[in-house]
């Protein structure tokens, strides 16, 4: 699913990159970065973010 959004938002000429974010699941400190969940948008001069 984030990788289909992440080319839908390509193809409508946003520059995206992926930002990997950590789960916790209760635990009181993050883990390895191992899930995909928000993107970083670039529109000339803005940026934004987005999720899935």
Known sequence: M???FG????ALDFT???ILCR???GAPEGG???HQDVFRL???PR???ARA
């Open 23 to 25: 789960g916790r699941m």
């Open 32 to 34: 390895p970065r191992t």
């Open 2 to 4: 984030n990788k289909l």
């Open 16 to 18: 995206v990159w992926a």
């Open 42 to 44: 670039r529109a000339d």
């Open 47 to 49: 940026q934004w973010r």
């Open 7 to 10: 080319l839908a938002l390509e």
